[in-house]
């Protein structure tokens, strides 16, 4: 399975990934292994979504990076 993902970050940014090991990556996360999260922990997991298919996996994180998947996630996840 593949994940795409939303964390809550401290600053009240919400960040947007995609793995196939969604623990692990957490913990990644959490410990500050990751230099997009490092300065914006704590970190909690808001959000995910399991993809049989990882390209379709890659496409929805990059829709929801983009302006419309910002708006997405505004209106319907938080």
Known sequence: MHY???LECADGK???GC???LKERIERH???HVPATKNRRPIELFSYTAFANKYKAFEFEK???SGS???FIKRHLT
């Open 4 to 6: 795409v993902y939303i």
């Open 14 to 16: 919400p960040y947007t």
């Open 19 to 21: 793995t196939d090991d």
């Open 30 to 32: 959490k410990k500050g």
């Open 63 to 65: 829709y929801l990076k």
């Open 69 to 71: 998947g910002r708006v």
